[in-house]
């Protein structure tokens, strides 16, 4: 399998559950990135790691968790959302510091908390 | 100040037409990068095509090419023979050598091809 894999493709849960979305690339980058779109906003970036280190955390709230347990995976725990969590969440991954080279995208999580 | 600014929510262009969507951008570093994503509804993001800052040419890519505007900060996407599936959100994006793993991404545009 090549790009970027992201699971599960869509997920329904209610605020008081415990999940956690995946993301594995196998395109031999080192830095991988979570991005939330609601509708009709811009992307928002959550979180980067560099070499599995977290290097951006664009003040998301708690209740999300990153994790990054080497360059090729990268998970988000969620835990008591809000309705307003409810988004398309999108994974990427690419070279480190190399501004030549783009971003590669998972197919997302559409997400929706009830 | 937002870095990446598209000022068209929505564009509509007949099949087989050319149509252009504006990106403009804001850096101090003298180095970067552009790109261009293309999301179906599906939601997967696409990429389309990539201009550097010190390229001197347009970047060209099939059907798209990028007119690339230095001194005016504006990195416009060209769709050339426009088909029913080019109709999509399309996003411009930019990467500074400065700070170089982020990706600053537009508002976007929703481009409708009618047939």
């Known amino acids: 399998e090549t790009g970027v894999t992201q699971t599960p493709r869509h997920l329904v849960m209610g605020m008081t559950n415990k999940k956690s979305l995946k993301c594995e690339q196998h395109l031999g980058h080192n830095a991988m990135y979570w991005y939330k779109q609601s509708a009709k906003k811009p992307l928002e970036l959550m979180f980067v790691?560099?070499?599995?280190?977290?290097?951006e955390n664009n003040s998301v709230p708690s209740r999300f968790s990153p994790e990054c347990p080497n360059s090729s995976h990268l998970f988000l725990h969620l835990h008591t959302l809000q309705p307003e969590d409810s988004a398309l969440y999108l994974c990427a991954s690419s070279q480190v510091r190399d501004r030549d080279t783009e971003a590669f995208f998972g197919q997302g999580t559409r997400l929706t908390v009830v | 100040a937002q870095k990446i600014t598209q000022t068209q929510p929505g564009m509509f262009v007949q099949e087989k037409e050319a149509v252009t969507l504006d990106c403009t951008y804001d850096t101090s570093d003298q180095s970067y990068g552009l790109f261009w994503y293309k999301q179906p509804s599906s939601g997967e993001m696409i990429f389309l095509i990539y201009?550097?800052?010190?390229?001197?040419q347009n970047a060209t890519e099939g059907r798209y090419s990028l007119n690339f505007q230095k001194a005016r900060k504006s990195a416009n996407l060209v769709i050339s023979a426009s088909q029913l599936g080019d109709s999509a959100m399309y996003f411009c994006?930019?990467?500074?050598?400065?700070?170089?793993?982020?990706?600053?991404f537009g508002t976007g545009t929703s481009l409708t091809v009618i047939p």
């Open positions: 201009q550097g800052s010190y390229d001197e």
């Open positions: 790691y560099n070499f599995k280190e977290q290097t």
């Open positions: 994006a930019m990467r500074e050598s400065n700070t170089g793993n982020q990706f600053y």
